[in-house]
């Protein structure tokens, strides 16, 4: 049974969160701390090509000149990576270290070259989102069938944002003229951040029917930048509650899943230039959070043979308040997914897909519908026991 649990659960990792609630690309990586082998290491890649587009539905500042026009694909294909590996002390202690990249966004509303008749509201505007983690983690078995684990996080977080548009917008003062294409209004890059939070665990098993029920909590990472005008602003990476569960039903076959709860009303990107901005009539910072989203997935696992087992999932996240930030064009999403694994007594070698379907939205400024989107996720992992 508990080589079967290895096999299953792996698709629970590969694109979980490349889809999930905000900026979040990739979720709770704790678990690794309960696989087999003295020395454990393991690498995985997620690459995801999403269609994100909107229509502009008359709200716009520049009104008719927009009405109607779509914002093409807003999302860039990208990929994330994840490296971690865990060794086991002895009896009762084991130690994991995880490289991974939590939050990210590449989003680009294309620049058509006749701007003036068929331009999107926010045509030429880019922005990016950056992040890598570094999390090591302890685990102590208290008993056989109870345990406790946690460590520190240190997080790398930077981005840039060009924010524009190729249409003259009334003002305080009057009306703005319209820039000259490739020129935006308004463009921030910030430097670098380290800061630190920490993850706290605890898990109850019953070994003999391969029965894991894990509580992981992810405490927030506040991260300190300064707009153009050299004036301080945070970015608050909020705190999670992640629930993974998982347990044999029949011979060679496992059920598994997680619940993860992440408070992403607490997320916010507002310099003090960008809200005092004469573009900015409304006041919304650049990037926000409009919803705690709480993402599910259920899945099963089946063991083919002494070197095949595959897993299917089903993945749901209820979507939040309209309208939400024009840096997202979706909210909430249902997913599916498959994966296959080949194993052997060294090493484990899986491919994964997941399909999602996203929510129905409308976004800031422009009051911009997007509807009928989806993404593929596809992953891959390589795992070596020595």
Known sequence: MKKLAIAATTLGVIATGA?????????????????EGKNYLQFSATAVAANIEGTDTGGSPAGALTLGRTSGNISDVFV??????????????????IANEPVGADVSYANDPDFLNSAYFFAGSEAE???????ALLKYQVTDRISVYGGPRVQRLDGNV???????????????????????????????????????GAAFEIPDIALRVALTYDSKIEHDFVDNNNVPFDVEIPQALTLHFRSGVAANTLVFGSIRWQEWTEF????????ANPLNTSGIPIAFGTEDYITYELGVGRRFNENWSGAL??????????PVGNLEGRDGFTSVGASVRYSTESYDLTFGVK????????????????????????GTQLAYRF
């Open 162 to 200: 060009s924010l524009g548009t190729p249409f003259p917008l009334p003002g305080p003062v009057g009306p703005i003229p319209a820039p000259i294409p490739g020129i935006n209004p308004y463009s921030l890059t910030v430097s670098p951040d380290i800061a630190w939070g920490y993850v706290l």
């Open 313 to 322: 999932t089903v993945g749901f996240e209820d979507g939040g308040s309209d």
């Open 268 to 275: 916010e990107v507002a310099p003090a230039d960008f809200l």
């Open 19 to 35: 889809h999930a609630g905000s900026i979040q690309r990739d979720s709770d990586r704790s678990q690794v701390l309960f696989e």
């Open 80 to 97: 994330t990576y994840s490296l971690a590996y865990k060794r086991e002390i002895n009896d009762k202690l084991a130690f994991a270290l």
């Open 129 to 135: 989102v950056d992040s890598l983690a570094i999390t």
């Open 355 to 378: 399909y999602f379907d996203f929510g129905s939205t409308n976004t800031t400024t422009i009051n911009a519908n997007f509807s009928g989107n989806d993404a593929f996720a596809f």
